[in-house]
């Protein structure tokens, strides 16, 4: 199989960018695999992780209906900020939790499908448990409620499973496959497939 030409031009001619789309629970490793991927990679790259995005909003107290609708809001407008600094020509870390089916139907209709190297990031149930201990910052079950959702697509161009392999081994997989990656893409396949192709 050929590889895909990286970046489909937008509409001024700038070659698009590429987004390496990080998915997996929280406490997975993400962001500590795209911290490796900004230090390793030759090409510059932009780390956009979700938490930045929640953090930016303000900290007052919501009732939980309007809540619900802010959280729905911040990850509509996260996915539109990664689509359009690939559109600039900005290739693109992101590290994603697809625990609800819509958010990945919503990337899947936004970002140039052959333009994403989709990447599983996995980790047993009992180490996400004990990371959420050791960090303190994370409700207790929080990434095991996540476990049934994150993966279950199924699909994907890569994978690495975080509790037999570091961060850095993992950057280090993902950039070794980036010049081979093969035609279709899992962004792609996974479009075929929702279209009943």
């Not at 209709?109 to 190297?117: E, R």
């Not at 996995?122 to 990371?131: D, T």
Request: aromatic share 6%.
């Amino acid at each position: 199989m050929s590889a895909p030409e990286q970046g489909a031009a937008a509409t001024d001619g700038t070659p698009g960018g590429l987004i390496v789309f990080l998915n997996g629970t929280s406490s997975s490793g993400k962001s500590s695999i795209a911290a490796e991927l900004l230090r390793i990679l030759d090409e510059p790259f932009f780390h956009l992780p979700v938490d930045a995005f929640h953090a930016m909003r303000t900290r007052r107290e919501m009732e939980p209906e309007r809540l619900a609708t802010v959280l729905h809001r911040t990850w509509r407008g996260y996915h539109r900020a990664i689509a359009g600094m690939a559109a600039a020509g900005n290739n693109v870390v992101v590290d994603h939790v697809l625990s609800e089916e819509w958010r990945l139907r919503d990337c899947l209709d936004l970002f140039v499908p052959q333009d994403v190297v989709f990447v599983g990031v996995h980790c047993p149930r009992a180490e996400l448990e004990r990371r959420e201990r050791e960090r303190g910052d994370r409700p207790p079950g929080l990434a095991a409620g996540q476990l049934a959702q994150v993966h279950a697509h199924g699909i994907y161009d890569i994978e690495c499973d975080t509790s037999v392999a570091d961060p850095l081994l993992c950057a280090r997989r993902v950039k070794e496959f980036l010049p081979r990656r093969p035609a279709p893409t899992a962004f792609q396949r996974l479009r075929e497939k929702r279209a009943g192709r």
